[in-house]
């Protein structure tokens, strides 16, 4: 199946077109009827020439509805464009082209409705004028009149050769699904709909619902009024959900594959057109449409704080408007963990450098360190090939040799060097990473929580060296509160100061490498979770879990909730 939008200015014939071609009535609500006018997005089908099928998306021409208009096109690779014979090129004939352009969208029709009227001819050339700058640049243009009948033939082959152009979206990509419209059905329950561009959808398949985090289970499909156990994209489909209320929902949120999105609420973009745009404006993003905060980097590039998080890979196409001046910009994706920016003349030096990475190893090079799962969230196949995977993390080349330079320069000089210091004044992730990188220095070790000169290690008590070694192979396995009764209070804090040891609270001390380990394991939950799904999860008993849920609390590696639940807070 091949989806196409409506796109062109009000009354100027997109529904009547759309009845014309596929015999169904594309208007939704009955107002629409009475006015005669699209408000919201409609749909209908039919099959071509070709024996291929198409779906339209009818989308409102009038421009206090541009917000539905965008809903309708922003999913969609491909549009019939509609200018009436009898008025020609209006307003929101060139608002939609500009959006059009600005999304990027290269595949498209042109229909001169109602050439029975006036000057099709005329109107047909000051149409392909206005396209050759634009990516509708070279699109058909046919002349038709849905009240005669007279060239729809011509259309539908001209429609029929379009989808042939259009690339065969993968079944195996990740699903994002954007809501267009969500309802109830009795006996059936919650129902939304959709377009899906690539990817496969089928019955009992597990999704995310983003922004929320909720899991939610497809019990049913149907596209273009069938039922199925499985659609492929590209496809207009409504899909049956359970586990999420209708209330719960609405447009704009995406059915999503866990773990393949990476949500943010923060993202650098590069420009198409360096035009001024002002502080507050508009994102739009497949039906999604959210309000957000700019500021200028620097020429072609921008920093959006976004009023929600949505779920995004590097490359994509956003819409960045101004409802006030109906100025609108398409923004390319170019960072989806954007640094913070603590310096004067930090915006400019980044917008100099901002590019969107067109693989994985351009990530991981601009930015030296990304986490390993960050790396397929952004929207990469493939992993790089030219860095170092180490304790959940991918390193550039350049960066380890930057760490290994710095570590063996701060040891020379202060001697002793706790691993949490040097992590610090390194600025690396985790101090599994550190003990990595100082495994690889010759004439460096760890010793429990400490980088020394090889050679200078100062040993513990041999009941608190056996409880480190313990807590090094299991770093969870906690001792009875008696077990530590026994040991010398003095020796548990000095092993604890030294971080060889990670105290919690009370009695209760687990090894360093717990707190990466627990983030790892409550990553793979489904978000948000109770401590007893921790614990579970976590293999250790309440006494444990729940201090060391506060530690990660603390530490900012975990939130908690209202409810008492908590999510995993992906480092960034």
């Not at 042109?110 to 109107?123: E, H, L, M, S």
């Not at 259009?166 to 990509?173: E, G, M, N, T, V």
């Not at 049913?220 to 496809?235: F, I, M, N, Y």
């Not at 507050?280 to 072609?300: F, M, Q």
Request: aromatic content about 4%; hydrophobic content about 45%; glycine content about 8%.
């Amino acid at each position: 199946m091949h989806v196409v939008a409506t796109a062109g200015h009000v009354d100027h014939g997109k529904s009547t077109l759309v009845r014309a071609l596929t015999g169904m009535e594309p208007d939704r609500w009955a107002e629409e009827r009475r006015r005669g006018m699209t408000i919201d997005l409609g749909f209908a089908w039919t099959t071509l020439p070709s024996g291929a099928e198409i779906a339209f998306v009818d989308v409102p021409g009038h421009e206090r509805f541009l917000t539905n208009m965008l809903a309708g096109v922003g999913p969609v690779p491909a549009v019939m464009f509609v200018v009436a014979a009898d008025e020609g090129w209006q307003a929101q004939s060139e608002e939609h082209l500009r959006i059009a352009h600005a999304l990027g969208v290269r595949h498209a029709v042109v229909a001169v409705t109602k050439a029975d009227r006036g000057d099709a001819a005329g109107v047909a050339a000051d149409v392909v004028r206005r396209l050759e700058t634009t990516t509708l640049q070279g699109a058909a243009v046919v002349a038709v009149s849905a009240a005669q009948g007279e060239g729809l033939d011509d259309l539908l082959t001209a429609l029929a050769a379009l989808t042939a152009e259009l690339p065969d979206p993968s079944p195996d990509a990740p699903v994002r699904m954007w809501i267009d419209r969500a309802f109830t059905i009795r006996g059936a329950g919650t129902v939304v709909t959709g377009t899906l561009p690539t990817g496969t959808l089928q019955d009992e398949l597990e999704l995310e619902l983003a922004p929320t985090g909720r899991r939610v289970a497809i019990r049913g499909l149907e596209s273009l009024k069938r039922a199925t156990d499985s659609v492929v994209g590209s496809a207009r489909v409504a899909v049956n959900l359970r586990g999420v209320d209708r209330d719960d929902l609405r447009r704009g949120m995406a059915l999503v594959t866990p773990g393949r999105w990476l949500l943010t609420e923060t993202v650098d973009v590069c420009l198409l057109d360096d035009a001024e745009l002002p502080r507050d404006v508009v994102v739009h993003v497949g039906a999604a449409a959210v309000s957000a905060r700019s500021r200028r980097l620097g020429p072609g590039a921008m920093r959006l704080q976004l009023a929600e998080a949505l779920p995004l890979h590097i490359g994509d196409r956003l819409l960045v408007r101004d409802p006030a001046q109906r100025a609108v910009v398409g923004a390319d994706v170019a960072d989806l963990r954007p640094a913070p920016l603590r310096r004067r003349g930090d915006a400019a030096a980044l917008a100099s450098t901002l590019a969107v990475p067109a693989t994985a190893d351009d990530l991981v090079a601009r930015k030296g360190v990304v986490p390993v799962g960050d790396v397929e969230r952004a929207g990469f196949d493939a992993p790089p090939a030219a860095a170092r995977m180490t304790h959940g993390w991918w390193v550039s080349e350049t960066m380890w040799d930057k760490w290994s330079a710095d570590a063996l320069a701060i040891v020379a000089e202060s001697g002793t060097v706790d691993v949490d210091a040097l992590r610090r004044a390194l600025d690396a992730p985790s101090a599994p990473v550190v003990r990595e990188v100082v495994a690889t220095l010759p004439g460096l070790t760890v010793y429990g929580g400490q980088v020394r000169p090889a050679g200078a290690e100062a040993a513990d008590p041999p009941e608190i060296g056996a409880l480190v070694e313990r807590l090094t192979v299991d770093p969870l396995a906690a001792p009875e509160a008696s077990e530590i009764a026994a040991l010398d209070r003095a020796a548990l804090s000095a092993a604890s100061r030294g971080g060889r040891l990670l105290h919690l609270a009370g009695a209760i001390y687990v090894g360093p490498a717990a707190v990466e380990l627990a983030v790892q394991r409550l990553g793979e939950l489904p978000s948000p979770f109770s401590v007893s799904d921790a614990r579970q999860a976590l293999g250790v008993s309440r006494r444990v879990t729940v201090p060391l849920l506060e530690h990660l609390d603390a530490g900012r590696r975990t939130r908690r909730l209202a409810d008492g639940t908590r999510i995993v807070l992906t480092p960034g």
